[in-house]
């Protein structure tokens, strides 16, 4: 192992389509309107905040046999005696560390609330593991936060229904006019909507089904009317005469000629928000056979939701989702692992990060997926779109993550790795934004204006293909096949690929980079949190995978003794590269050479204490492959 203080460059370029000029990003149309939009909108309310540290209130241990109503009632506790405060929570319920045996569904419905452990490891001694059990009812969850009900944003204040008149709203716009402005305020909560009409339907080939093809049956059909409208959240940021501006822009190009598109006040009806769930473990007992599917569905459920998070979950063994999001805006998961799905391996099956029906603006962050059929997915329809994966690392995976279904709208899929080789006997796919045609339930154009930027998928495949009305993109990725064709795919044009299997993408990230201009924290490049800004920061590891050697790099605000050591995913130390360093102020970044350590996910741990007496806790992963 050798440690350098040094700057490393890569040979750097740019995409033609979205780059740097003059230290601001440039996004260039297609002669159709289209382009890349800006999907930092993502997670919890929108980005604007943090996620918080909500102050522990209540605090429970587990007791002998079923403890589902044990956790139920200390949340019930804290929903009666803890009045919402100034800052949107009542407080946060402590689960101390031990085994939380639960046969029922432990329901977090009640705003404001943040269910916390003492850890998401496996020794009970030190971490807070919640073992679910039995299978009754069938398919249920373990934990479902929210109003706990799909709604789809379909409550309408009466009286609130307008036409939007402009002839075209352009992805990536967030202004529009309509025929009456005088039912709405700034602040208010409203709905887009665009019906799915005949009109439409053409220009979209019926949704591409591809059902008159061999292969298909009788119930592979063209999609139909009303079928598939295009809806989104929104918040009204201004009003001026005739004209709205939203808070987030639109994923996909609204055309009046198509349809008639409207937006009405949502009237939040049974809607929570502000909860968080964070620093836990949810097993599912199975019985032993890789195949049984008599245990709980799914770990973790945000239903009706807004401005939530679940933050260093561990959580296996399910046999749909570890985290699944439904009616659900404002969401950031992140640090979160979910590990060997029990099921059989087909489809409805093992989607260990799902973005499913009616969920936008979620971000999901830094996750670890293992032994996923689509480890990452947006399984929504065209209710679904603002869904951001950046980051995440999948391992053993059966298939591709991937729009699943029935035009998903805004799909990022950033810096995604993929940690092992195509396994033996599956599909090669491992990111996928194309046509599915009739696979499902009818599937066809699964993914519109979604884009895979730098990601890494080894030796499998990424298949980008051009819907009608719409684009998708792959910059900067690597795989064996970057192509509008692929494995078992459906012959369709290919979507907008550029330098594939090509280094030094500039930005690295290109969520981090539209983030960082919105959020004026970086003018140039996209990938740097600008010095001065009062917090410690860590950069991503780069490259990652490495090998042998990986720059690390962070941000210290003030001079402070800094510790960093390396872990293996077992949680066992097994380098210390400072300690108790004295480290001024400013970006400081280290060449780690790995030897004598075997392939696979290290941690990185940083601890730091500043002279005024902050104190700092941040993990990062890295990823060795020799």
Known sequence: MI?????????????????????????????????????????????????????????????????????????????ENYPVQPNGFRGALLLKAGIYEVRGTIKLNESGIVLKGEGSENNPASNTIILGKGNSPAGRSIIVAGGGVSTKWNDMVPGSKVNIISDTVKVGENKFIVENTNPFEIGDNIIIYHP?????????????????????????????????????????????????????????????????????KYSRLGLKRNIGIENLRVDIETSGDPEDEEHAKNAVDLFLIEDAWV??????????????????????????????????????????????????????????ATHGRHSYVSNGTSWTSG?????????????????????????????????????????????????????????????????????????????????????????????????????????????????????????????????????NLSDVRGTSYKPGMGEFFIYHNYPNPFNPSTRLKFYLPEQSVVTINIYDITARKIRTLLYNRNLSGGVHSIEFTANNIPSGVYFCSYTVTSVTGKEYKKIDKLVYLK
């Open 196 to 264: 799915c009409t005949q009109t439409w339907l053409e220009a979209i080939d019926f949704g591409g089904t591809h059902s008159d093809e061999p292969g298909a049956d009788s119930n592979d059909t063209p999609w139909e009317v009303g079928s598939q409208p295009i809806v989104y959240n929104r918040y009204i940021t201004d009003i001026s005469g005739d004209t709205i501006t939203i808070d987030v822009p639109v994923y996909y190009t609204l055309i009046r000629a198509l349809s008639q598109s409207y937006i009405y």
């Open 3 to 79: 440690l350098i203080y040094s700057n490393i460059s890569a040979q750097e370029w740019q995409s033609k389509i979205i780059y740097y000029e003059n230290g601001k990003l440039i996004y260039v149309s297609d002669s159709l309107g289209n382009r890349i939009p800006d999907f930092s909108f993502a997670g919890y309310k929108n980005g604007n905040e943090p996620v918080p540290d909500v102050q522990i209130v209540k605090s429970i241990s587990p007791v002998e046999g079923d403890n589902t109503l044990n956790i139920i009632n200390a949340i019930r506790d804290i929903a």
């Open 311 to 368: 933050r260093n979950v561990t959580t296996l063994h399910f046999v749909e989702s570890g985290f699944r999001t439904n009616t659900a805006t404002r969401i950031t998961i992140s640090n979160c692992k979910a590990l060997d799905p029990v099921s059989k391996i087909t489809g409805g099956r093992r989607y260990n990060f799902n973005a499913y029906t009616a969920s936008q603006q979620i971000l999901f962050k830094d996750n670890l």
């Open 387 to 519: 869904i951001v994966f950046y980051h995440n690392y999948a391992d053993s995976s059966y298939a591709a993550s991937e729009g699943h279904r029935r035009w998903s709208q805004g799909l990022l899929y950033d810096n995604h790795v993929e940690l092992s080789r195509v396994l033996a006997g599956y599909n090669k796919r491992r990111i996928g934004l194309y046509n599915r045609g009739y696979y499902g339930t009818s599937h066809g154009w699964a993914s519109v204006n979604s884009v895979a930027w730098n990601c890494d998928v080894k030796d499998g495949q990424i298949i980008i293909q051009q819907p009608p009305t719409a684009q998708n993109y792959a910059i900067g990725c690597s795989g064996s096949l970057i192509a509008g064709y692929g494995d078992s795919s459906f012959d369709e044009k290919e979507g907008y690929i550029e330098g594939s299997n090509k280094s030094g993408l500039l930005p690295q990230s290109l969520y981090l980079a539209q983030y960082n201009e919105r959020m």
